[in-house]
């Protein structure tokens, strides 16, 4: 009987070394990153650097994303200081052309902020709201 309890014992410090070796890893290899994670819990998309998350606007590759103040990747529509961007559904800023959800047409100028109570490059009207003016 002593024995049995003893190698039960034995079994789960065995077990739970492994599982703390297996977290001490993740925190290591997390600590070196450079470049994107995805946060299985969260289930948010993360920019780091030296395993710091970056926030603000960031590139990556040509693309513009915005992190808020916790690192999470935004998508979707975003208001930053009365200016819209448009994030598609990975969060890279959307420019020119964008058909919204609501089936209206939006034009977003090449910095990704969208245009509003002006004439487009290819001279269609927007409206005070951003909405194409037909």
């Known amino acids: 009987m002593k024995i049995r309890i003893l190698s039960i014992l034995v079994s789960l410090i065995v077990i739970t070394s492994f599982g703390a070796n297996a977290l001490n890893r993740e925190v ?6 450079n470049g994107w994670w ?3 819990d969260t289930q948010h ?3 780091l650097k030296n395993g710091e998350v970056i926030t ?3 590139s990556d590759n ?14 979707g529509w975003l208001n930053l200081n009365n200016q819209w961007y448009y994030l598609d559904k ?3 800023m959307q420019t020119g052309w964008l058909e919204g959800k609501d089936g209206k047409w939006y034009y977003l100028n090449s910095d990704g ?13 927007i409206g ?7």
Not at 28 to 33: L, N, S, V
Not at 113 to 125: A, L
Not at 128 to 134: F, L, N
């Open 28 to 33: 290591m290899k997390k600590d070196k990153i």
């Open 38 to 40: 995805y946060d299985k």
């Open 45 to 47: 998309d993360y920019f």
């Open 56 to 58: 603000g606007w960031l």
């Open 62 to 75: 040509g693309n513009w994303f915005y992190a808020n103040v916790d690192g999470e990747i935004q998508k």
């Open 90 to 92: 990975v969060g890279v």
């Open 113 to 125: 902020t969208m245009m509003h109570d002006g004439t487009t490059p290819d001279g269609y009207k």
């Open 128 to 134: 005070s709201d951003g909405v194409w003016i037909k």
